[in-house]
């Protein structure tokens, strides 16, 4: 099956500082890639999608100057989390979609704000 | 956002049982796809059924989709302890390749 990495798995960070999490397609290129947080013992919400050579598109209620995307290639995309904050701690989690209707996820990023 | 709503949200059986849970949805779907997540980690994709299918199977899972109901089924038969985990249906919109993802029902094995 297709493989999507993230990096890093886990990061702690301090409040105020910027925090980027690599979502990469190891063996297919994918011109689409979303992106999700999920809260502890809750479901996944969607923050955007991802598409290669354009803007991302955000789902509403997602601040886009506070998560910045940025799909620079057909196997990268990158989510920045700028000036963090404490309540930003989540899993954030990317897919990828390869063909018509297949995504593959990620392994997932803990990201805990101090 | 969010649009599956999944039922129950929490399920004990013992090994060798059957566990059944249920999802529904409110708008035109192409696709109900189910996705298992351990504890903090991804989700692995088990099946998908398209909005023309009524029911797969794949090993010990079996899926039905009610389009008329908005709703669909997934069951676990002769559960083992490794299938312990949270189950999510996610929907594909008629109009968009976005997944949209119920509330996930815990699932737990008792050996």
């Known amino acids: 099956g297709a493989v999507v990495s993230q990096h890093p798995s886990r990061v702690i960070c301090k409040s105020g500082t910027s925090v980027k999490i690599e979502c990469r397609s190891l063996d297919f290129q994918a011109t689409t890639m979303f992106w999700y947080r999920q809260f502890p013992k809750k479901s996944l919400m969607l923050m955007a999608t991802?598409?290669?050579?354009?803007?991302?598109?955000?789902e509403q209620g997602v601040e886009k100057d506070k998560f910045l995307i940025n799909h620079a290639s057909l196997t990268l995309s990158t989510l920045t989390v700028t000036s963090a904050h404490p309540e930003d701690s989540s899993f954030y989690i990317c897919?990828?979609?390869?063909?018509?209707?297949?995504?593959?996820f990620g392994p997932g990023t803990r990201l805990t704000v101090t | 956002s969010q649009q599956g709503e999944e039922d129950p949200q929490a399920l004990s059986i013992q090994e060798g049982e059957n566990a059944t849970m249920n999802c529904s949805y409110k708008?035109?779907?192409?696709?109900l796809q189910w996705y298992r997540q351990n504890s903090g980690r991804g989700l692995v994709h088990l099946i998908l059924i398209r909005s023309n299918e009524r029911e797969k199977h794949s090993g010990r899972l079996r899926v039905t989709l009610d389009t008329s109901k908005k709703s669909s089924s997934l069951l676990i038969t002769a559960s083992r302890a490794a299938d312990t985990a949270s189950y999510f249906c996610a929907t594909e919109g008629a109009n968009d390749y976005k997944l949209s993802f119920g509330a996930g029902t815990t699932v737990t094995v008792r050996a």
């Open positions: 897919s990828a979609r390869r063909g018509t209707y297949e995504q593959y």
């Open positions: 708008t035109s779907i192409n696709n």
């Open positions: 991802s598409n290669e050579g354009s803007k991302a598109t955000y």
